[in-house]
């Protein structure tokens, strides 16, 4: 039965822009080796978001979970990090499932706008103002990790980091193009130091 089950979960398709093995750049598990997945499709659209590409679900191939998974499995990653665009658009029971059962623990990347759904392993929230997080997502969060261009958005940080579990860890992540952010994330982590600082090192270090 499980067997059956199994090839019924590997035919659910997803929008896929892209699936790679490198590594995490940013947030609680920097530095460590990752296979990202990132589905089509997305109702938030930041305008500085550096993915735009992933937001219109119809330009990306409809692909087989069983093909997504055997390219994680054989890539020997650890752990897969589900992303996108907006990942929670889609179910991903079918996706999250077959990873685990294949040995790969399971994080996702989502700005919360959907309810949560699969099996996760680790729940990275990064809250957007225009498109608030569901309410019902915040006991579930391992990792608080908001963007910052400006002071309202570290005030939109405090106002999250109100509704998550005592557990979570907190992020500060300045923006790649506001070089300005980065004065103002590291006085305000000196001053509360319950917060850190999350950096996009992938882009230091040019890997995808």
């Given at each position: 039965m499980e067997k059956a089950g199994n090839l019924e979960m590997d035919a659910?398709?997803?929008?896929?822009?892209?699936?790679?093995?490198?590594?995490?750049?940013?947030?609680?598990?920097?530095?460590?080796?990752?296979?990202?997945?990132?589905?089509?499709?997305?109702?938030?659209?930041?305008?500085?978001?550096?993915?735009?590409?992933?937001?219109?679900?119809?330009?990306?191939?409809?692909?087989?979970?069983?093909?997504?998974?055997?390219?994680?499995?054989?890539?020997?990653?650890?752990?897969a990090v589900i992303t996108g665009g907006e990942p929670l658009l889609h179910n991903l029971e079918p996706l999250s499932v077959r990873l685990k059962q294949e040995g790969l623990d399971v994080h996702i990347e989502t700005s919360g706008s959907s309810p949560l759904s699969g099996q996760l392993d680790w729940v990275t929230l990064s809250p957007k103002r225009f498109k608030k997080p569901l309410d019902e997502n915040f006991p579930y969060v391992d990792e608080l990790k908001v963007v910052v261009l400006k002071n309202k958005d570290i005030e939109w940080a405090e106002l999250n980091a109100k509704k998550c579990p005592p557990s979570t860890q907190l992020l500060l992540q300045p923006e790649w193009e506001t070089p300005s952010s980065v004065k103002l994330i590291v006085d305000y982590v000196k001053k509360n130091p319950q917060w850190g600082i999350s950096l996009q090192t992938h882009k230091f270090m040019n890997v995808p």
């Open positions: 659910v398709e997803y929008p896929l822009v892209e699936d790679f093995y490198t590594i995490q750049g940013e947030g609680a598990h920097t530095g460590r080796a990752a296979y990202f997945i990132r589905t089509a499709g997305c109702d938030v659209n930041c305008w500085w978001c550096d993915v735009k590409e992933s937001w219109d679900e119809e330009k990306h191939p409809m692909t087989r979970t069983g093909d997504i998974v055997k390219r994680a499995v054989d890539s020997g990653a650890e752990f």
